[in-house]
T-cell receptor, first 113, second 116 residues
Framework: GQQLNQSPQSMFIQEGEDVSMNCTSSSIFNTWLWYKQEPGEGPVLLIALYKAGELTSNGRLTAQFGITRKDSFLNISASIPSDVGIYFCAGQVLIQGAQKLVFGQGTRLTINP | DGGITQSPKYLFRKEGQNVTLSCEQNLNHDAMYWYRQDPGQGLRLIYYSQIVNDFQKGDIAEGYSVSREKKESFPLTVTSAQKNPTAFYLC???????????????FGPGTRLTVL
């Protein structure tokens, strides 16, 4: 089946540092999504990317949809304590008439104040 | 407030019992989904429904069943046939528009099921 390789698996950074994480796949996706999940909660959508090459920002977050449609990255600038959590990428593809999501394994972000 | 609700937040079950997890949405979304999340892993699709009275198996449907009698509700039953049911269960929904932007999935807060 389709798989997404998300890296790094975990990051330990100092407050104020920039963060970068990415996802790659051997398959093409129509849409790339980035979610953040806090302990015991459901994932919250951060950024959605709909076109190859698209670069989108949401506050301190910036994400890009790779030109080959097989990869995406997420950057967080000037990290703050509330950025702590697990970040998931997800590729969306049409299968048998339904839009389905394939998730990466997640990147766990820990921030030292 | 519009959103997706899941209940209960925590659920404990004895081995051999069936249990039903609730998912309700008031976003007027046509499509609803159930995912399973295990520690340190991403989400895996159990079942999905694109329209009332219709649903399809996802990647890990064995040991689970669903129904979709109403647009706003998509309950998941974890049966005794599910060999390793302890996990975090997430429900999601999306609209079914003509552009990809309207198909974006939004998640509920999750139910943590523990089998004793």
């Amino acid at each position: 089946g389709q798989q997404l390789n998300q890296s790094p698996q975990s990051m330990f950074i100092q407050e104020g540092e920039d963060v970068s994480m990415n996802c790659t796949s051997s398959s093409i996706f129509n849409t790339w999504l980035w979610y953040k999940q806090e302990p015991g909660e459901g994932p919250v959508l951060l950024i959605a990317l709909y076109k190859a090459g698209e670069l989108t920002s949401n506050g301190r977050l910036t994400a890009q949809f790779g030109i080959t449609r097989k990869d995406s990255f997420l950057n967080i600038s000037a990290s703050i304590p509330s950025d702590v959590g697990i970040y998931f990428c997800a590729g969306q593809v049409l299968i048998q008439g339904a839009q389905k999501l394939v998730f990466g394994q997640g990147t766990r972000l820990t921030i030292n104040p | 407030d519009g959103g997706i609700t899941q209940s209960p937040k925590y659920l404990f079950r004895k081995e051999g019992q069936n249990v039903t997890l609730s998912c309700e949405q008031n976003l007027n979304h046509d499509a609803m989904y159930w995912y399973r999340q295990d520690p340190g892993q991403g989400l895996r699709l159990i079942y999905y429904s694109q329209i009332v009275n219709d649903f399809q198996k996802g990647d890990i449907a064995e040991g689970y069943s669903v129904s979709r009698e109403k647009k706003e509700s998509f309950p998941l039953t974890v049966t005794s046939a599910q060999k390793n049911p302890t996990a975090f269960y997430l429900c999601a929904s999306s609209s079914r528009g003509t552009s990809f932007s309207t198909d974006t999935q939004y998640f509920g807060p999750g139910t943590r099921l523990t089998v004793l």
